[in-house]
């Protein structure tokens, strides 16, 4: 698998400070990566330097198999959004997004097009000091959009919003992955709002990367639960069945069939038994939703 971003041995000090230490770690494309890790672990830093606004202090980063810091080309197409964004408040949400555009190369076509993809057709006109916390949010996902890059680079974009925003914004971040055939990168310490988005973990703590890879990979390689998505026209039946196996920790009525929640010690069990429901037509099919992050993420600190 392609790899879009690639760090082997990186190492990021800051006079006495060590921002980053030997850390190793690769996105695939396509993924929406999390980059997980308390502040102060080294997510920020991670970002920059593959951004190229930072040069490490040894070893290499690749991004779309260049170096950012030393190939202006690596920068192209890739687009991010930083944690604490500053707008002037007093220009329309239009002129932003045109003045953006020119820095790009873009047209006013390329600017309208990434408003749209976030929904802010119907603001254009407005003034960006007049715009919630969630739409200014959602203007810097259309800046970072502009020119449609083929890699995003988004620092703690639900911070500061209410919970109602902060789910709104990671359901449009899987929308866009999916519309843009992009791979995104989303650094957060809020593991459980996570959870519904990402596919693939980078784990970093103290400047350290402790472990990286596929969501299912890691649930089976740390013993965490498993989350399936079974889809099914008969929920209630399936889930009753389902819950008399004493490995399934529990089952909720999902869009279009069922979550279902296994330790991934016993994944292979649970699908003999789908595989069986799906041969008797119970249900029409199943798949791995993802791994639960939390456990994840402690298994892998503590361990």
């Known amino acids: ?18 921002a980053l230490r030997e850390a190793s770690f690769e996105v695939p494309r396509g993924s929406i990566a999390g980059l997980l890790g308390p502040n102060g672990s080294g997510k920020t830093t991670s970002i920059k330097l593959a951004l190229g606004t930072l040069r490490p202090s040894s070893g290499l980063v690749l991004v779309r198999g260049m170096e950012p810091w030393r190939d202006p080309d690596a920068r192209q197409g890739v687009g991010f959004l930083p944690e604490s964004p500053v707008y002037p408040r007093t220009v329309r949400v239009s002129q932003l997004l045109e003045h953006i555009a020119k820095l790009k190369g873009e047209d006013w076509n390329g600017a309208k097009r990434a408003a749209s ?21 959602r203007l810097g996902l259309a800046l970072a959009l502009v020119g449609e890059p083929e890699l995003l680079l988004l620092d703690e974009p639900t911070a500061n919003l209410d919970p109602n925003a902060r789910v709104e914004i990671l359901r449009l971040i899987s929308t866009i992955r999916d519309m843009l055939d992009a791979t995104v990168v989303v650094s957060s310490h809020i593991l459980p709002e996570l959870q519904e988005i990402v596919d693939y973990l980078v784990i970093i703590s103290s400047g350290e990367v402790l472990d990286y890879g596929p969501v299912e990979d890691l649930a089976k390689r740390y013993e965490a639960r498993m989350v399936y998505h079974v889809s099914t026209r008969n929920p ?5 069945s389902l819950i008399t196996y004493h490995y399934v920790e529990g089952v909720m009525l999902d869009t279009g069939g069922l979550k279902v929640y296994v330790k991934s010690t016993h994944h292979r069990a649970l699908e ?32």
């Open 272 to 303: 003999e038994v789908l595989e069986g429901l799906a041969k008797d037509r119970m249900i029409d099919g199943y798949s791995v939703a993802t791994g639960l992050l939390g456990e994840i993420y402690e298994a892998v600190v503590s361990g």
């Open 117 to 137: 993809l976030v929904g802010l057709d119907k603001l254009l006109d407005k003034p960006v000091g007049s715009l919630s916390r969630g739409y200014l949010q």
């Open 1 to 18: 698998m392609e790899s879009v971003i690639y760090f082997e041995e990186v190492s990021k000090v800051f006079k006495n400070t060590v």
């Open 236 to 240: 209630r039946i399936v889930a009753r």
